[in-house]
């Protein structure tokens, strides 16, 4: 993992959306420089606190981005090399890393590697490139039946046995990362073989060592995946489903558990964390109770891993993905042309987001931290973390805890918070029990992050 990704925070962008781009791409039409929109937003991402940039797609593609047909140009809807080139720039001014979005397991349907093959049948020259099927007696301008992806026929499996796949998403990897990119996220990682990934991410460490590469990953064996892939990192998506099914039940041992889960990760690798993405429904409107939303960002910002912020997030915007055509519309929405627009009832948590990541800052090794269970009941948790650094097959523990107090109940809690001295953020009074030991007093719904 490159060293400066252990200070990292993002903030997530997803184009196509906050730019209000065209649903669908138009042939032949004249490039759009939507992409300098993105220049007036650097600043308030650096006020948040975040130190990169995460892009969605920007590349050529036909609809969403994740359809692409041409990965070494920029989307004409967004704009041109010139245009990516002056945020790069923009973005390292401000000290910001940039994150790019590329989808390798499939192309859209209008990809010409696949259109060559529509037209001209099995002798097409990269007809190899994907997993087909031919009737018998083909003729040139037979569609053959393909493998695709997740049963959408517009999106086109790649075969990745092919050494050629391997090399184009080599080189397109490489180019982005030539121009100035420092990352690459990995669309739909999970569903390309290990040994791909494995091949290709060798090649493309060679000449990019402090790159950062992280895989979407939804399920399954996380840290098997990162290490016979050579990714740093994967989706912490477990995680992302404990924290609001937690809050929402009000049954914090679930979180409890994958909390513990997500720790065992940590000896490994550092997953990145969200709470929110382009791909789900809004943290705001996922939680049944909006008092519990400051717990959940509590738990991001304080339990290990890379952190993500979705832009709006940290405005509370609301948005809920529905599984239907132009089902993403309502979590993928246009932005005002400035922040100074935004709606004046998101700044307070806009301003939860700076002091969590502010703490982030003060003790930064919760990248990495120790959990360790305090207190424990449906309603309420105490966890206590302690940094750790890795050497070797050695550990040594920071001399600063820190310790997370959620309370979930209609009423009221005085929780353990021993070795507690003052709370950093959040609701809570500390108060000294009768033997001497700290507790901190929450309000019904509180929480509170303290100090040792």
Request: hydrophobic share 45%.
């Amino acid at each position: 993992m490159p060293a400066w990704i252990q200070h990292a925070v993002w903030w997530q962008i997803f184009p196509l959306g906050f730019v209000g781009a065209e649903p669908e791409a138009v042939a032949g039409a004249p490039v759009v420089h939507r992409l300098p929109q993105l220049h007036a937003w650097l600043d308030y991402a650096v006020e948040l606190g975040a130190s990169g940039l995460a892009l969605g797609p920007i590349f050529a593609a036909s609809t969403h981005g994740y359809d692409t047909i041409d990965p070494f140009r920029i989307d004409p809807r967004l704009g041109d090399d010139a245009d990516f080139d002056a945020l790069i720039e923009a973005a390292h001014a401000r000290g910001l890393r940039v994150l790019l979005d590329g989808v390798f397991n499939h192309v859209g349907r209008g990809h010409p590697a696949f259109q060559e093959v529509l037209h001209r049948g099995p002798q097409a020259d990269r007809a190899h490139w994907f997993k087909l099927s031919w009737p018998r007696g083909t003729a040139p301008g037979t569609e053959p039946d393909y493998a695709c992806f997740e049963g959408h026929r517009q999106l086109v499996t790649l075969d990745h046995d092919a050494p050629e796949v391997a090399d184009y998403v080599a080189a397109i990897l490489d180019h982005w990362l030539a121009r100035g990119a420092d990352g690459w996220r990995l669309d739909a990682a999970y569903a390309v073989p290990r040994r791909f990934w494995a091949q290709v991410l060798s090649r493309i460490r060679a000449d990019h060592p402090d790159a950062y590469i992280v895989g979407e990953v939804i399920h399954g064996d996380y840290a098997g995946i990162v290490r016979d892939t050579g990714m740093d990192a994967v989706t912490q998506y477990e995680l992302w489903k404990a924290v609001w099914s937690a809050l929402n039940d009000r049954n914090l041992f679930e979180l409890a558990h994958a909390l513990e889960r997500h720790d065992g990760y940590l000896d490994t690798f550092v997953p990145l964390t969200f709470v929110g993405n382009h791909d789900v429904t809004r943290i705001a409107s996922r939680l049944s109770d909006e008092r519990h939303l400051p717990h959940a960002l509590a738990i991001l910002f304080t339990c290990g891993g890379t952190p993500s912020i979705y832009a709006g997030d940290e405005q509370a915007f609301r948005g809920v993905k529905e599984e239907r055509v132009g089902g993403d519309d309502a979590i993928r929405p246009s932005f005002a042309a400035t922040p100074t627009e935004l709606a004046p009832y998101g700044w307070p948590i806009y301003r939860l987001h700076q002091s969590l990541i502010a703490l982030r800052r003060r003790h930064p090794w919760l990248h990495r931290p120790r959990a360790r269970q305090i207190h424990l009941a449906n309603a309420q948790l105490v966890l206590a973390l302690s940094g750790r650094q890795l050497t070797g097959t050695h550990q040594t523990e920071a001399h600063q805890p820190l310790l997370i107090a959620l309370n979930l109940d209609d009423g009221p809690a005085l929780l353990p918070v021993p070795g507690a001295r003052r709370v950093e953020v959040g609701d809570g009074d500390l108060v000294p029990g009768d033997d001497g030991a700290a507790r901190v007093s929450l309000g019904p719904h509180g929480w509170a992050i303290l100090s040792a």
